[in-house]
């Protein structure tokens, strides 16, 4: 599954329902602009975050972004550390800013 709107999804699930990223549907995404989970800027709370994912029975998530949404998975990693949460949190770089520190470059930077 992937959540739309970012961290927005994440928070408000409701809102913005998770997609079932079945290989059909992912199949030509490569062909397509823009993303087929819609970014999404703000909507992060990271106690909010950590409920849903809970209440979801999710235990791991692949957050993939540049600078803001890393620095943004560590505090939800804090945040899960503080809880006990068994939660495994993945950071795939993407930027097309080449804002990331350690990486010479990332995908999404030409």
Known sequence: YGMQAGYNGLAEPDL?????????FVDD???KGG???KAGRGGFDAKKICDNLEEMGIN???TVGGDGTQGASYLLYQE????????SIVGVP??????IRIFDKTFGFD
């Open 16 to 24: 913005y329902p998770p997609v079932k990223l079945t290989p059909t």
């Open 29 to 31: 995404i490569h062909m």
């Open 35 to 37: 993303s087929i989970l």
């Open 60 to 62: 791991m998530i692949f």
């Open 80 to 87: 899960a550390q503080r809880r006990g949460m068994q939660l």
């Open 94 to 99: 993407k930027s097309i800013d080449n804002d």
